[in-house]
C-alpha cells in the first residue's frame, strides 16, 4: 500500500511512518522542512519538501496516484492559535483545503486527518463525548480544526473523494518533544516534575482529560488505513478513561519516586475543565481496543525521556 504523511517529521505523523515502514508500506514523508533526527529514524523513508498552505508548492510534487493519504500537518496549539490567528488560519484551513484539491488530483485513494477532542462542546453534564454530539469550539484552534473537518467532509465528498476523521483525545509516550511546553500535557508535566522543585500549573487540578499511549494510537490510525468499508466516519480516539490532573501527578510521583509539589496558576484561554472518549462506534467498526493503561504508559516514558537524555 502507498502511504504519503503530511506533517511527517511531527510526533504523530513519524511515529505512525516508523511503524509502518516496519510493516512494508512504501510511504512518503510530506513536510516543510527537514528534520535531521526523524530522518535518522526514518531512513530509507522518501521525503518531499513543500508547504501545505501553498498550491505552487504542492504542484511541484511529483508522485503516483493511488496514495492514501494521512493528514497531520498543521498549527497543533490552542494556546499559540491566540497567540497568531492568521498562522492557525493558513496552516489549518487554507493548507488543508489545497490538500484536497491536491488529492483529487491525484486520483487519492482517501483521506484520513488527525483532528482533536477540542473541537467538541463542553458538556459538564455529560463529559464522555460521542462523535455524534454537538461541536462548539472554545479555541481559535478548535474552530480551525473544525472547519477543516467540514472542508473534508463536505468537499472531498463533492470531488468524490472518500475520508476519514479521527478526532485524538491527549496522546502522549515516547517520541514526542519533551522541549516544546506548548503541547502534550503529560510531556510537559513528566518534564517538571523530572527536572523542578515546584510544578506551576494553568487551571485545576480537578481538570481531567482522557490519555491515550502512542502505540494505542498507532494501532486505531493502523485499523482505519487497511479498513475497506468503513469510508466518510468519524471517529474518536481514546483510551475511554477519566483521570483527573491530581490523579494524573499521584501517578507521576510513583513512576519517579518523588514527593511532587504543584501550584495551580491562571488557566489558559480555550482550556477545557474536562472530557473524555466514547469509544464505543471505532470499537465496533474496526475493532480497537486500548491496551496500554496509564501506570505503564507513564512508566515507559519516563524510561524513554531517560534514555533520550543519555545520548
Known amino acids: 500500500m502507498n502511504i504519503l504523511i ?57 508522485i503516483n496516484k493511488g496514495f492514501v493519504v494521512l493528514h497531520f500537518a498543521g498549527q497543533p496549539s490552542a494556546a499559540q492559535s491566540f497567540k497568531n490567528p492568521k498562522d492557525d488560519l493558513d496552516k489549518n484551513i487554507l493548507g488543508t483545503l489545497n490538500l484536497i484539491e491536491w488529492c483529487k488530483k491525484k486520483e487519492v485513494e482517501k483521506i484520513i486527518y ?18 455524534s454530539d454537538p461541536c462548539k469550539s472554545k479555541s481559535l484552534y478548535a474552530i480551525s480544526k473544525f472547519a477543516a473537518e467540514n472542508y473534508i467532509r463536505v468537499y472531498s465528498e463533492h470531488l468524490g473523494l472518500k475520508w476519514n476523521i479521527m478526532r485524538m483525545f491527549n496522546v502522549y509516550g515516547p517520541g514526542q518533544d519533551s522541549k516544546n511546553n506548548f503541547l502534550g500535557m503529560i510531556s510537559i508535566f513528566l518534564n517538571m516534575a523530572k527536572k523542578q522543585p515546584v510544578i506551576n500549573v494553568k487551571g485545576s487540578l480537578k481538570r481531567f482529560r482522557d490519555f491515550i499511549y502512542i502505540s494505542d494510537v498507532i494501532d486505531a490510525w493502523y485499523k482505519m488505513i487497511v479498513d475497506k468499508k468503513n469510508f466518510n466516519k468519524i471517529y474518536n480516539i481514546g483510551s475511554g478513561k477519566k483521570t483527573t490532573l491530581k490523579e494524573l501527578f499521584n501517578k507521576i510521583s510513583i513512576v519517579l519516586d518523588k514527593k511532587i509539589n504543584v501550584s495551580e496558576k491562571q488557566g489558559t484561554p480555550g482550556d477545557f475543565l474536562g472530557c ?18 496509564l501506570e505503564i504508559g507513564l512508566k515507559k516514558f519516563n524510561e524513554w525521556l531517560d534514555y533520550e537524555q543519555k545520548k
Open 6 to 62: 503530511t506533517g511527517g517529521y511531527g510526533f504523530l505523523g513519524s511515529e505512525i511512518a516508523y511503524f509502518l515502514k516496519k510493516k512494508k508500506f512504501n510511504i512518503i514523508i510530506l513536510d516543510k522542512k527537514k528534520n535531521n533526527k526523524k530522518k535518522l529514524l526514518l531512513n530509507g523513508i522518501k521525503f518531499l519538501k513543500a508547504d501545505i498552505t501553498s498550491k505552487a508548492s504542492l504542484s511541484k510534487l511529483k
Open 276 to 293: 473524555y472518549a466514547n469509544i464505543s462506534k471505532i470499537r465496533n467498526d474496526l475493532k480497537f481496543k486500548p491496551k496500554i493503561n
Open 114 to 131: 488527525a483532528s482533536t477532542f477540542n473541537v467538541y462542546e463542553e458538556n459538564y453534564n455529560k463529559p464522555i463525548l460521542s462523535e
